[in-house]
């Protein structure tokens, strides 16, 4: 059986590289969309915020192959995170995620629409976890649920 500590240090090591990937996806230009959305292909488990339904790697891949950037995102997020999109001056692009039944909006800029969508959702995944019971016994670096 693991103990807690291991399950807890695998927690810190995930939640890390979710951060990198969030910076990662503020910092992309437009054309390297589709790489981040292969990468978050990677790192998450499932569609959704608590990952319990796999995703269709196949199907996502299909539209990628395409171009169907945000479509793949749309996929990955699932049906039932409500969102808000806007994009500003400079290209700028914003993302609103509200995780279902949570109070707290994730916020996120991205040089694309699905950039921002993706990063959004990755920060709502983020702060999932980070308020999860474990994280009262182990101090976890304080993660903003906005980026920019």
Known sequence: MASTSNNVGGDRAYARRLRDFLHDCAGSAACEEIDRIREALA?????????????????IDAMLECGAAMSAVLEIIGPDMPFMLSRGSHDTCLATVVPPGGS?????????????????????????????????????????????
Not at 43 to 59: E, F, H, K, T
Not at 104 to 113: D, K, N, P, R
Request: aromatic content about 0%.
């Open 43 to 59: 790192l998450l488990d499932g569609v959704g915020i608590d990952g319990a339904i796999p995703l269709d790697r196949v199907r």
């Open 104 to 148: 707290e909006e994730a916020i996120a800029e991205g040089s694309t629409l699905a950039l921002a969508m993706l990063a959004g959702h990755v920060a709502a995944v983020l702060a999932k976890g980070e308020r999860a019971p474990h994280a009262a016994d182990v101090q976890l670096a304080s993660t903003s649920i906005r980026l920019h």
